[in-house]
Structure formats: C-alpha cells, structure tokens
C-alpha cells in the first residue's frame, strides 16, 4: 500500500519560514518524481514545485520561485519543501504527490499525500 505523508505545516507570520516533509513508503521511491501543490478551498490546486528521480532538476511555479526550495533524500523515501519569506497569499492546504515524470500537471501524479494545512498570518 502506497502511503504519502505530509508533516511540518502550521501558523505563521509572513516573512516567517517553515519546511514541509513528505515520507513516503509502498513504492520505490527513487523511480519517481515528486511533486508539491497546494489548495485553497474553493480554488483549484496549484502546482508549487516539482524534482526529479535523482534530485538533479528541480522546477518551481513563478509564484514560489526563489522563496521555495525542494529537496529530496532517497535514502530515507522523503521529499521537503523549505518555505521561506511566506506570505499570507501562501495559506493553503500543501500536498506531496508521486509521479513516473516530473511535470506540473497534477494528473500525472499517481500517488498523493492528505496534505498539510500551512497559514501566514499578515
């Protein structure tokens, strides 16, 4: 059974930073790109980021770019997301999702996370 994991989420001032983690288990986790997106109710979801297998390319959206970084640890079958100089436009519900190709579309993703709730407070 496939399982995504998000953790790290919370309140927070803007100009404040905070990581997100995604464990992942059930699947091979270096035969995946991982992505990140997020949620606002009532909106659709939004692709934040993505990485590559390997961890050698990485690709963000033009809203997070430069303030968001994404890494990944093969190893321990976990992806992050380091968010820093947030926003309160960046409050939304944070998911992880797995894919065979790293792509912004999220119907490419097989496998996703429950997601993480982030708030910047202004």
């Known amino acids: 059974q496939v399982q995504l994991v998000e953790s790290g989420g919370g309140l927070v001032q803007a100009g404040g930073s905070l990581r997100l983690s995604c464990v992942t288990s059930g699947l091979t986790f270096s035969t995946y790109a991982m992505g990140w997106f997020r949620q606002v109710p009532g909106k659709e979801r939004e692709f934040i980021g993505t990485?590559?297998?390997?961890?050698?390319?990485?690709s963000y959206a033009s809203s997070v770019k430069g303030r968001f970084t994404i890494s990944r640890d093969n190893a321990n079958n976990t992806v992050s997301l380091q968010m820093n100089s947030l926003k309160p436009e960046d409050t939304a519900v944070y998911s992880c999702?797995?894919?065979?190709?790293?792509?912004?579309?999220?119907?490419?993703?097989?496998?996703w996370g429950q997601g993480t709730q982030v708030t910047v407070s202004s």
């Open positions: 990485i590559s297998r390997n961890g050698d390319t990485t």
């Open positions: 999702a797995a894919s065979t190709v790293a792509t912004r579309r999220s119907y490419a993703y097989a496998y």
